[in-house]
T-cell receptor, first 114, second 112 residues
């Protein structure tokens, strides 16, 4: 069974801090994704990666960056956290060279920026 | 840009009744349509998916239909049970952007 693990379930940070959200998958998946989930807006793609050291902007990349130094790990970075980045963040992974494959999600990190 | 519209946003049914959730997509090159169920406080879980070369797919009480001409697809749950209560998300893989686009979600409540 695919296991996608996010480092924290709950996180509280202050405005202006640099925040790191970590995600690890154990199924040797090529693709990894970061979404944020807000009520009434569904899941919106922030960044994704099809391979190590590769990254692509999603629909809402502003204020975020990512790092994929190893195949199993995909990190989301909030360079200078702001209150409008308070949200649920979901990491996902999938097989294959594109996202036309089932995505498997982690449990999510509920991030609050004060 | 590409988008997916999902309706209704909330749905309340009596146990044993059927529930239908509908989605429309804008990218005619979309070829993969998964449905996810998210229980309160838990991760989204894939419950069924369909590809564009198939018109209908069924798995026990759950079925999905796809109308490529009209660019819409639907989730059907029969004989609903209280444990079906959750938020359901549809999604469409955009062939133009290479991204999975999600609908806004439907909160389904099954009353015992």
């Amino acid at each position: 069974d695919v296991k996608v693990t996010q480092s924290s379930r709950y996180l509280v940070k202050r405005t202006g801090e640099k925040v790191f959200l970590e995600c690890v998958q154990d199924m040797d998946h090529e693709n990894m994704f970061w979404y944020r989930q807000d009520p009434g807006l569904g899941l919106r793609l922030i960044y994704f990666s099809y391979d190590v050291k590769m990254k692509e902007k999603g629909d809402i990349p502003e204020g975020y960056s990512v790092s994929r130094e190893k195949k199993e790990r995909f990190s989301l970075i909030l360079e200078s956290a702001s209150t409008n980045q308070t949200s649920m963040y979901l990491c996902a992974s999938s097989l294959g060279g594109n996202s036309n494959q089932p995505q498997h999600f982690g449990d999510g990190t509920r991030l609050s920026i004060l | 840009g590409e988008n997916v519209e999902q309706h209704p946003s909330t749905l309340s049914v009596q146990e044993g009744d059927s529930a239908v959730i509908k989605c429309t997509y804008s990218d005619s090159a979309s070829n993969y349509f998964p449905w996810y169920k998210q229980e309160l406080g838990k991760r989204p879980q894939l419950i069924i998916d369909i590809r564009s070369n198939v018109g209908e797919k069924k798995d026990q009480r759950i079925a999905v239909t796809l109308n490529k001409t009209a660019k819409h697809f639907s989730l059907h749950i029969t004989e609903t049970q209280p444990e079906d209560s959750a938020v359901y998300f549809c999604a469409a893989f955009s062939g133009n952007t290479g991204k999975l686009i999600f609908g806004q979600g439907t909160t389904l409540q099954v009353k015992p």
